[in-house]
């Protein structure tokens, strides 16, 4: 597993912007604290979800909780081929 800020991360997945040419990292989280209902937590690099507090999840970590995003492997692979994001 992968280590983030450091609390053990069990996934990361890339969200594109709808606005700008950005990409967000959105960590899904393998370790405690849970949420009520004992599922791990979820964080976002962007600044509606780094800049409030107590925090909610912002549109990238509903899109990846969905299946909409890519893996964070899937994104750097897609890079290398040349692939944008959509």
């Given at each position: 597993?992968?280590?983030?800020?450091?609390?053990?991360?069990?996934?990361?997945?890339?969200?594109?912007?709808e606005?700008?040419?950005?990409?967000?990292?959105?960590?899904?989280?393998?370790?405690?604290?849970?949420?009520?209902e004992?599922?791990?937590?979820w964080?976002?690099?962007?600044?509606?979800?780094t800049?409030?507090?107590?925090?909610?999840?912002c549109?990238h970590?509903?899109?990846?909780?969905?299946?909409?995003?890519?893996?964070?492997?899937?994104?750097?692979?897609?890079?290398?081929?040349?692939?944008?994001?959509?």
């Amino acid at each position: 597993m992968l280590s983030v800020n450091g609390r053990m991360a069990k996934q990361q997945f890339v969200v594109p912007s709808e606005s700008s040419n950005r990409e967000y990292m959105v960590t899904q989280f393998g370790d405690p604290p849970f949420d009520a209902e004992h599922h791990p937590e979820w964080a976002c690099g962007c600044r509606g979800w780094t800049s409030h507090f107590p925090r909610r999840d912002c549109k990238h970590i509903i899109y990846a909780r969905a299946g909409g995003a890519l893996t964070a492997e899937q994104a750097v692979i897609n890079k290398l081929l040349g692939v944008r994001l959509e």
